[in-house]
């Protein structure tokens, strides 16, 4: 297969031995169907065993492998070089501290995505053994959209508000705490707006909508924030209401 | 081995030229100005219109008469108006998702019936106001 020389600009980040990051080229023989982690690999393999970078399974599933690739964020598993340029700056996620290399820390997010309380809360008590909780198809497809999520963090690398605001939960825990909201089987809708409906929650976001354009699996976060902001302010309403809602 | 995270901080003035789809947002956000300056004019005319006497309503009318105010109002009007009716028409199947069933009303369907619910609107307007 013919093989195509591609300029790799990556960015380098040795935390015992560097002040700061800096790039470092690597000319990589492609072959034409290759996406771009298959190019990192090649580096790792072939021209440098000390770059350090995560991936997993190289099939958009694990979402361990989202870079930016020349400055846009992607999964570089979904990322093929018959897409791009001869040269290509690959940099670690936008927004996040660097561990090492393209390794960023992921500790505040994971943080947020506990916040969002991405479990089904029931207030009723326990149902009875070998019983379960029913659910329409109709109901599935409310919120199926946003259990695509699989944590790439593409959409908090895109997302300028959190850029300059960490506090701010950001996307993808907003819409797990959404499709959480919209399940029918769920009763824990409250108790998530009362978190996510404060100002760090769905009002920090105005609405630039680069997470929804970046994410590599059509989860549409800004979607799910939208609504939200929809609902939270129905329910700000209802619990003013006498004898509303508590 | 040490962990000494590089945090790579977002340069707070000039953020928004990283890419296009932030300047778009920008282009979107700074609109707020012309609605300060309406909001001001619109003020500005009430207050005109409240005296005893039609003079200060038409100066009022008169100073919007000349050219700067007409290239003014213009722009405002195709760039405010028109770009903000386009931003909020595209939110709106974001914002409020219809589902027939088991099946997501497509959102091009949502945001053509807000275009079209807007012109039957503005030629009920025109028509009731003698425009047309």
Sequence with gaps: MARRQLELEIMRYDPEKDKAPWFQSYSVPCEEDWAILDAVNYVKENLDTTLAYRWSCHMMVCGSCGMMINGEPSLTCKTFIRDLPDKVKIEPLENFPIERDLVVVLDDVMEKLRMAQPFIIRKDDPPPPDTEYTQSRAALYKFKQYTMCINCMCCYAACPQYGLDPTFIGPAALAMAHRYNLDSRDQGKSERLDILGQHDGVWDCSFVGACSEVCPKSVDPAAAIQQMKVETAKEYWLQKLPGGRK | ?132
């Design chain 2, 1 to 132: 081995m040490s962990r000494q995270p590089y945090i790579r901080p977002m340069p707070k003035a000039t953020w928004y030229l990283r890419n296009g789809r932030y300047k778009v947002y920008m282009l979107r956000e700074v609109t707020c100005l012309l609605v300060g300056f309406y909001s001001f004019l619109m003020i500005y005319g009430l207050a005109a219109l409240s005296q005893d006497t039609p003079q200060a309503w038409n100066a009022f009318l008169a100073s919007q008469q000349n050219t700067f105010m007409t290239i003014v109002h213009a722009v405002a009007l195709l760039y405010f108006l028109l770009y903000q009716t386009f931003a909020w028409f595209e939110l709106a199947p974001k914002a409020m998702p219809l589902q027939l069933g088991e099946k997501k009303l497509p959102g091009s369907v949502i945001v053509i019936a807000h275009y079209v619910a807007w012109a039957i609107l503005s030629g009920i307007i025109f028509f009731a106001t003698g425009v047309i």
